[in-house]
């Protein structure tokens, strides 16, 4: 290929959008026919509205990784799209849209009405998200895209309820749960934030009947005091046993409400001794209120303001004021008899953000307990395994303490729960629309204006993604999946729930392997959020750098356990890695006109002395990429993204483009010997083909695009269904799929792992000349004389075979290999690398009496610096004092000043 037909420069734009679609549109998605194992993997539902954030892209890039690499590996990959309703979120978007355009609630117009609008704006603003995932180069199955709210979810989200309800599991009570009183609706325990606030403890005098004493109750709520029912203590507390039975005059109020002893409430030593009981407005409370058979008060309504039956003066007002109105007037009744200050822990709605109010209500809710027992078995015998392993202790712990979950909602846009209500108290659950109640007959019922939870339907996820419950499903062909990829911090909003239901209702796992990433945190290392104006847009990034750039940098931090600071210099350094690969694949393809590669491999690879024919630095850079498809799917396997990116990287930028590529070039010259270059050209172009399938998983676009420009033996259409280069066998009867056959015979040439150790030194020898000519301020583009020498005769063949090669990628003037008699000249820089003596004569290079000053001057500063260094290190207390990490910084710095004194010195003295 002309250098013309191959541009300069990496262009993302011009290659990604036509890539996906030819992948998407032959096919290549969905996973192959075969009865061989499968990887199934299902993808977390965005909101339906939802726009792809750095948590979505972070997923959907570990999860391609991995779906690519198994799709590659033979396997039946099947990666799982779809999306969720989001209920509360949904609906609140849909209720301001309703009330900007005509000033209407959801009431004024209807459920029928406002549910159409919202099925209006889910098709309006939905598969956006689905667009974004396209542009990062998600492998999504498409034709088995699901929707939560769709005709199969639909259908599996009744049967889970309607089954759960015939055993018994799912049940209707009256009971205190979570009011979101900004969203109009119940929450499960899950959805309620909690925060330690800076609040009061506040002593209040309820007046004794009969009597002049008062009682001190201690509280958080004063306002709730309005609904109180009783006042609660110890039966055990000398102080009241005798009140016991008694009655107290409730301030504000006028009612009398009994004293009560109740051990499980009461704890002895806290507050005053004497608890107030709001049975309406504390769940605490509300479970002493049915031991004690005490009337039930509600004095807060849904819209989290103050309802009769409290007295006038209170009704109407928010709960804030309420209490600070309370406060005021039991001041002013000579009641309130002290403040003390408390933290107190409140529980905010997770998606409104109010303070929720416990209110009594009839829910629905899942009898979970019976559900937990297998999803907890599964985990500990590692039928189902948690990574990082230190989240099974935060599975287990809250598994171990679950508590029923409320799953109805006040809500309109959701599941509809399938129960119709019949006068005669009976309730109907039923797979199809029922038209007379079970029990009576009568066909006046009507259906539950309740939906459920998101997360119920969202728990059925991997079943539903597969068809189930219909008969077609392909719940056998693809299930358990083998991964879930999810963020930690919806452990136990999702994944519990789905573990639950999977053991449920199919009696399998629904997943081997669970792997939490971590959150990514903006540049300043706090969470995410437009109101701090550190949230960072993948498709930004992927407009400015390309998705791979994005990709791969993603890849990098996949394996970190704790938050992942992002950082765009980072992204702009994986594009950089990607032009770098670019440009390395357009210099190969400049010099590899006239390859015939399955010559190359019949003369190379499958003869008997092939290996002959190649270079040092040939045989070298093979057996490295040889090695490179094993080291990478160890790494993977052990869902080490990160490592195995890693490994990529530094194989590509430093041994194939840093070194290698320098080293061939004298062999790829027009000029050079025909067969040393077709030799070299082969393995160039093998190397290549290696390099790009092992990066395909991770950067998909640009090696697709290289692939299909460099020569190669065809054994697929496309990279993205080329085979990875799986090794299999042991010794030299190891295999591999792929671009080479007969990796074991390779490998184990004893021809190989010389090179590998004469590589090694070439490369420390360079290294080491480079970094003396920097010491001595000599230009690095002067070519100078360099000498080397060492004792050992095996290491002095090593740097014979080297020396042409060393002294052409250095650009050195000379290379001389000094015998073992042979010492290097006194007025010369030295340094030891690799076993080798490197030696820098200065003679003629620089002006020795300046370099003998500039020397005494340098080490004179350095030895002041180190002085003062050692004063401080030497102070115990700044090593008390000081944080952990200045100290450390000190010591690293001392330890480098002393290495460099040592080495100026020594040269001092050589030049002295």
């Known amino acids: 290929m002309s250098e013309q037909e191959f541009a300069k420069v990496y262009e993302p734009a011009k290659v990604e959008a036509d890539w996906y679609a030819r992948w998407r549109d032959d096919g290549l998605f969905s996973p192959a026919e075969h009865d061989g194992p499968h990887f199934t993997c299902v993808l977390p539902p965005p909101n339906v509205t939802g726009r792809l954030h750095m948590g979505h892209a972070l997923t ?30 949904t609906q609140v978007m849909v209720e301001r849209d309703l009330q900007t355009r005509e000033q209407k609630s959801r009431d004024e117009i209807g459920r029928e009405a406002f549910l159409e609008r919202v099925w209006r704006w889910t098709d309006d603003h939905g598969g956006v998200i689905d667009r974004q995932h396209e542009a990062l180069g998600a492998s999504l199955d498409w034709s088995r895209y699901r929707f939560t709210m769709d005709e199969v979810s639909s259908r599996a989200v009744r049967e889970a309820f309607v089954r759960l309800h015939e055993q018994g599991l799912i049940y209707r009570d ?138 006038e003066p209170y009704v109407g007002l928010s709960v804030k004021r309420a209490r600070a109105r309370v406060l005021a007037d039991l001041e002013a009744e000579g009641l309130l008899v002290e403040t003390k200050p408390h933290v107190l822990s409140i529980g905010r709605s997770q998606r409104s953000g109010v303070i929720v109010e416990p209110l009594p209500s009839f829910q629905w809710f899942v009898n979970v307990a019976p559900l937990a027992g297998p999803a907890l078995e599964a985990v500990r015998t590692g039928e189902t395994v948690i990574y990082p392993e230190f989240r099974r202790a935060d599975y287990f712990r809250w598994m171990e303490n679950i508590r029923d979950w409320c799953i109805s909602r006040q809500l309109w846009w959701g599941h509809r729960i399938p129960a119709w209500h019949c006068a005669c108290g009976h309730i109907t659950v039923a797979r199809e629309d029922p038209s007379a109640c079970a029990k009576c007959g009568s066909a006046d019922i009507s259906q539950d204006e309740d939906v459920l939870d998101t997360w119920f339907s969202s728990g059925l996820w991997p079943l539903t993604t597969l068809g189930w419950p219909a008969d077609d499903n392909e719940v056998d062909r693809f299930y358990p999946t083998s991964l879930l990829e999810t963020g930690w911090d919806i452990l136990f909003f999702w994944v519990a729930r789905m573990m639950m239901f999977g053991l449920h209702f199919t009696g399998k796992v629904p997943f081997r392997t669970v792997y939490l990433h971590s959150m990514v945190l903006g540049e300043d290392g706090q969470k995410m959020s437009k109101t701090k104006g550190n949230v960072v847009d993948p498709v930004e990034l992927v407009d400015a750098y390309g998705a791979d750039a994005l990709r791969f940098y993603l890849c990098t931090i996949a394996g970190q356990d704790s938050g992942i600071v992002f950082s765009r210099a980072r992204v702009e350094g994986y594009r950089n890695f990607c032009n770098k690969l670019w440009n390395a694949a357009r210099f190969a393809s400049m010099r590899l006109e006239g390859l015939d590669l399955a010559a190359w491999r019949a003369d190379v690879l499958d003869a008997d002395d092939g290996l002959a024919r190649l270079s040092i630095a040939d045989r070298w850079i093979l057996g490295r990429a040889l090695e490179l498809p094993e080291r990478v799917a160890a790494h993977l396997d052990n869902w080490r993204l990160d490592l195995a990116a890693h490994a990529a990287y530094q194989f590509v930028w430093h041994e194939l483009c840093d070194w290698y590529l320098e080293l061939a070039k004298r062999r790829l010259a027009d000029d050079a010997d025909p067969s040393e270059r077709h030799a070299t050209q082969g393995t160039l172009a093998t190397v290549f083909d290696l390099v790009l399938r092992v990066l395909h998983p991770m950067v998909p676009f640009i090696t697709e695009e290289l692939w299909q420009r460099l020569p190669r033996v065809e054994d697929a259409p496309t990279l993205m269904s080329a085979a990875w280069p799986i090794v299999s066998g042991e010794g030299q009867q190891r295999t591999m799929a792929g671009p080479v056959r007969a990796v074991g015979s390779i490998l184990a040439d004893p021809r190989v792992a010389e090179a590998e150790r004469d590589i090694e030194r070439l490369i420390a020898v360079v290294t080491s000349h480079r970094m003396l000519k920097a010491e001595s301020k000599i230009s690095p583009a002067q070519p100078v004389e360099v000498q080397v020498r060492s004792d050992d005769p095996d290491t002095l063949s090593s740097l014979e075979r080297i020396r042409e090669a060393a002294q052409f990628v250095g650009r050195m003037r000379s290379l001389t290999v000094l015998g073992r008699d042979l010492q290097l000249p006194k007025q010369c820089s030295v340094d030891v690398a690799a076993g080798v003596e490197v030696g820098l004569p200065l003679a003629g290079l620089v002006d020795l009496d300046e370099e003998r000053a500039r020397l005494g001057k340098d080490i004179a500063k350095k030895q002041k610096e180190l002085a003062g260094i050692d004063k401080k290190l030497a102070n115990q207390g700044f090593l008390q004092r000081a944080p952990a990490e200045v100290v450390a910084k000190e010591q690293l710095r001392q330890t480098e000043l002393r290495d460099n004194l040592a080495k100026q010195q020594a040269l001092l003295d050589r030049l002295s």
């Not at 890039?61 to 969720?84: K, N, Q």
């Not at 609706?185 to 209040?204: M, N, Q």
Request: net charge negative; charged share 25%.
């Open 60 to 89: 959907a890039t570990i999860e391609d990784s991995l779906v690519r690499w198994h799709r590659m590996r033979g396997e039946r990959a099947l990666w799982l799209p779809g999306t969720d309703h989001a209920g509360i979120a």
């Open 174 to 311: 009256y009971r205190l749960i979570n009011w979101d009183w900004g969203s109009h609706t119940a929450l499960s325990d899950l959805e309620v934030e909690h925060e330690e606030i800076e609040s009061s403890l506040w002593h209040i005098a309820y007046p004794i009947v009969g009597s002049d004493a008062r009682l001190i109750v201690a509280t958080t709520r004063p306002e709730t005091m309005l609904g109180d029912t009783a006042v609660a203590v110890h039966p055990d507390d000398e102080r009241y046993q005798s009140l016991i039975g008694q009655r107290v005059r409730l301030p504000l109020t006028g009612r009398e409400i009994p004293i009560i002893a109740d051990p499980i409430l009461v704890k002895i030593g806290f507050g005053t001794g004497a608890v107030k009981v709001t049975p309406a407005h504390d769940p605490n409370d509300f479970e002493t209120g049915k031991r004690h058979d005490l009337e039930l008060i509600q004095i807060i309504d849904l819209d989290g303001n103050i309802q009769a039956p409290a007295p």
